[in-house]
Each structure stands twice: as structure tokens, then as C-alpha cells.
């Protein structure tokens, strides 16, 4: 805690202080250094990727996932970002949301079957979301045109 007192914008002791205070829970603290670097600095990963863990950590989930996708539009192949998404919607209990962002993730490496068996499960998530299902099968039809591209090659 002294170095980061006396350095506060050190990004490698406010990590390490992260994971301390994740530990020990100490969320709120965590939080609240995170919260104000990052109103500095809104777009810096190591900041943001923090603060959305000690969020989930804390169990602030719709905080955390607004957090991330707000990043991830800005740096949308982030695979911690998508990672750590991921994880706020299995904790906060959302299924289909969950195996949407495990599909991009598939999608991300070229693992267009896994992508595609994610978004058949979201889609089985879906109900009577209508639109949702509609998004989902325009998805699953570019992931398919994606693995014939790529088979072309």
C-alpha cells in the first residue's frame, strides 16, 4: 500500500494491490482506487480489466458487464475482457448472454463449430425473445460463412 501511496499511477502496484485486496476481500477499496484511475484513464486495459474482476469479485455484475462491454467496443478483441464477461454473466445467472460471448470468443481463435455449438445453446436460452433468436441464427449463418471461407483457403 505505501508504493502505490506513493506512486498512484504505477499500473504494476495497483495490479498487485488489486489481487491483494481481492483476497483479502476488500472490494470496496479495490473499487474505489480503480474507480478513480480509471475516471482518468477510462480506456486502459490493465484499469479497466481490474475493476470489472474486483466488480465481479464483489458481485456488482451489471456494473462489471456494462464496464466491459464499453470496452470491448472500443478494444473489441480482448480476449481477458471477453473472458472476464463471460464470468459476470455465469455469476449473475444469464445464460443465454453467458454462450453469446463464448461464441465471439470461438470466433475470435476460427473455432467456428464451437462458436456455432455456443450460440445453439444461447439460442435454447432465448424463450420467446424473438429478436434474440433472429440474432442469433444471422449469427450462427455468418459464423458459417466465416468456416467456409476459411476452409477455402
Do not use: C, W
Request: net charge neutral.
Amino acid at each position: 500500500m505505501k508504493l502505490l501511496d506513493g506512486d498512484p499511477d504505477n499500473l504494476f502496484y495497483l495490479d498487485v494491490f488489486t489481487d491483494i485486496a481481492i483476497e483479502t476481500k476488500q472490494f470496496e477499496v479495490a473499487i474505489n482506487r480503480l474507480t478513480a484511475q480509471t475516471a482518468h484513464n477510462p480506456r486502459n486495459q490493465v484499469l479497466v480489466l481490474n475493476l470489472a474482476n474486483v466488480l465481479i469479485k464483489d458481485k456488482q455484475y451489471a456494473r462489471a458487464t456494462i464496464l466491459l462491454k464499453d470496452f470491448l467496443l472500443i478494444k473489441p478483441n480482448n480476449m481477458m475482457a471477453y473472458d472476464l464477461l463471460s464470468d459476470a454473466y455465469l455469476a449473475g445467472h444469464q445464460p443465454l448472454e453467458m454462450h453469446q460471448v463464448k461464441a465471439e470468443v470461438f470466433a475470435l481463435l476460427a473455432a467456428y463449430p464451437r462458436a456455432i455449438d455456443e450460440l445453439q445453446s444461447a439460442y435454447n436460452f432465448a424463450g420467446d425473445k424473438q429478436l434474440e433468436k433472429q440474432r442469433i441464427r444471422a449469427r450462427i449463418e455468418q459464423f458459417r460463412d466465416a468456416q467456409e471461407k476459411l476452409r477455402t483457403l
